[in-house]
């Protein structure tokens, strides 16, 4: 922000959009700015930009170059690395190559020198950590490794049973959704908790699933569109989200009546909370929710169980949940879903909504124009268009 102001061809507004940042924060920051003008200020931004990155080994024992981090990054192995994600922008992962050579005391050409190498290595780290760490997840090692030996021009094969490419928490995120009347008991608690504006987020968040960062920046641009379903109008929104961490545009739909009420009424930003403030403001408001209608009962979940995601990353939960609805809203069309926020469709399928025995039974339902017998919380449609009907009240006679 200095720098920009500095610079002085970007407007207040422009900033703020850049930064994802509000006008309260952008005035506080500014205050702190005039303290750092000053010598000491100055001394203090300069040891900050050369402050390290502080990265714990696990052994303080061993081959000099492997001890420390700084070390470890001009390593010309490292280096390369470090410097083709860079220029491809990818993530670079060398903090957790270096823990893994820490741990296992093996330098970054022994890591690397062929497959079977590279899963001996990973898995007599896994070992070491597991004993260190119980119920913590690798999977931050396990893609660090991959991308490091992909760097190195060794093949990783689509299905490798020790590097895989799979998620730990795969079983977590299809089981993870609120059923219909629980989205509106959590919207109620999350406005007693947090405030109205909070229990508007929620609303639109649930119905386009974007991610936490992105809705805290959203001003609702939404654009209202009718259709007519059995000679009835129905109205329905259509938002375009820009997401930073793709890099791309989704088209986003609102069919939920609340969600789209509550989204007519913004012409600005929803959340005026700074975005830490928001984050845990969100998180609380969550958490307790889903206390209250039974989805967590204790704070000492493992990674695995149903209640972990709820616990650990209430607001991230949102986006699985929502995505379960739109499966069911579309007759668990993954590929229709996916192009709303997915680069890929076998992430949908594989992580979020595989399809159980019950789903596949179901199949054929609607609940506006071939209902079952005994209604659940849950509806099942067969297109888009009849979920919206549905929604608003419609029937089909």
């Known amino acids: 922000m200095m720098l920009m102001l500095e610079e002085g061809d970007k407007t207040r507004q422009e900033i ?10 952008f005035y506080d920051w500014k205050k702190i700015m005039n303290t750092l003008k000053t010598e000491a200020g100055l ?11 502080t990265v714990k080994p696990f052994n303080t024992e061993g ?13 010309p192995k490292i280096r390369d690395y470090k410097n083709d994600c860079r220029i491809n922008r990818s993530p670079d992962y060398a903090n957790y190559i270096f823990k893994i050579c820490n ?86 608690i ?9 229990k508007t987020l929620f609303y639109l968040h649930h119905e386009i699933f974007a991610r936490p960062t ?22 329905y929104g259509e938002a375009d989200i820009f997401e930073k961490k793709q890099n791309k545009h989704y088209t986003k739909v609102i069919l939920e009546p609340m969600a789209l009420k509550m989204a007519k009424g913004y012409k600005s930003k929803i959340i005026s909370d700074p975005i830490s403030k928001y984050e845990s403001k969100y998180s609380k408001g969550l958490k307790t929710a889903y206390e209250q209608i039974g989805k967590i009962t204790r704070n000492d979940y493992t990674k695995g ?19 379960v609805h739109w499966l069911y809203r579309t007759a668990f069309d993954a590929s229709m879903v996916a192009r709303m926020g997915w680069e890929k469709v076998d992430t949908l399928s594989q992580f979020y909504a595989r399809s159980t025995a019950s789903n ?26 009849h979920s919206l009907a549905y929604l608003n009240g419609g029937r089909k006679s």
């Open 103 to 188: 741990a296992i005391q093996v330098i970054p050409e022994e890591l690397s020198k062929d497959l079977d190498s590279a899963k001996m290595h990973y898995l007599s780290f896994e070992q070491l950590f597991q004993e260190k760490f119980p119920n913590t997840t690798t999977e931050n090692y396990r893609k660090a490794i991959r991308s490091f030996l992909r760097f190195m021009g060794v093949r990783i094969p689509p299905r490798d049973k020790v590097l895989n490419s799979a998620t730990d928490s795969k079983g977590d995120y299809a089981r993870v959704y609120l059923t219909v009347p629980e989205v509106k008991e959590v919207a109620k």
């Open 360 to 385: 596949m039974m179901q199949k054929g339902l609607c609940y506006y124009c071939n209902p079952p017998k005994v209604l659940e919380d849950m509806p099942i449609f067969c297109t888009p268009m």
């Open 214 to 235: 992105t809705m805290h920046g959203w001003v609702p641009n939404v654009d209202v569109k009718t259709v007519d379903i059995d000679g009835k109008t129905y109205e």
């Open 190 to 198: 999350l406005g007693e908790e947090a405030g109205y504006e909070y």
């Open 16 to 25: 703020q959009r850049e930064l994802d940042i509000p006008k309260s924060t």
């Open 305 to 323: 169980e149903e209640g972990w995601l709820y616990y650990n990353r209430p607001i991230y939960t949102i986006r699985h949940s929502a995505a």
């Open 43 to 53: 001394k203090l931004v300069q040891q900050a930009i050369k402050k390290p990155v």
């Open 63 to 75: 081959l000099d170059e492997l001890k420390k981090i700084e070390l470890f990054e001009v390593l």
